[in-house]
């Protein structure tokens, strides 16, 4: 072991590596020995951290979804015209998965694999990411800020749904950057809203 891996704390290096595994070769095809070989600790101190495989694999969602839904939060609480808003909502949750790639291709593939209460936890934190961006929609249309081409509902199942695909095709060494597909996709989501 590197004398900078030693610094990374061993829970984070469990983490880590449960994230690079699962998204590698899934969570099913993964073993806890492996992931203990690839973080370079003992199972006593992965089981010390976490209860499970299935505990690790939860602790990569709550992770993840916690971030996000810090970021959604903070540019509510921002109190910006609806526009800006919907712009900086989706510019962060594209940079936070773009960032995460890895975290987010897990989350978007393996939460079957969850129990059902945990299952319900992701769900509804999911559900509340998504019904703050429809309310912000909403309202948006009822005051004549947004066209009503598309219900609230539908614009926010295209535009959540665009962010949800980018682990499947985005390369962080790929031809765009994080920025610029947060630009292209917030001023297409924008450019359909716009009031006729």
Do not use: C
């Amino acid at each position: 072991m590197s004398v900078g891996e030693q610094a990374v704390p061993v829970r984070r290096r469990i983490l880590d590596a449960a994230v690079r595994l699962f998204a590698e070769r899934g969570f099913d095809g993964t073993s806890v020995q492996e992931v203990v070989a690839a973080a370079e600790v003992t199972k006593g101190a992965l089981y010390h951290y976490f209860d499970s495989k299935t505990d690790l694999l939860y602790e990569i969602y709550h992770s993840l979804i916690t971030r996000q839904l810090a970021d959604l939060d903070r540019v509510l609480a921002a109190g910006l015209p609806p526009a800006e808003t919907v712009r900086a909502i989706l510019t962060e949750l594209i940079r936070s998965t773009a960032a995460h790639v890895d975290e987010a291709k897990v989350f978007g593939q393996e939460m079957h694999n969850l129990d059902d209460e945990r299952r319900r936890a992701v769900r509804a934190d999911r559900r509340r990411y998504h019904v703050a961006f429809r309310d912000l929609v909403e309202n948006a249309q009822k005051d004549g800020v947004f066209a009503a081409v598309a219900s609230a509902e539908t614009v926010t199942q295209i535009a959540l749904g665009m962010v949800n695909q980018l682990p499947q095709w985005y390369r962080p060494d790929g031809p765009r950057t994080a920025e610029e597909i947060a630009t292209e996709v917030s001023a297409f989501v924008l450019a359909a809203l716009a009031p006729r």
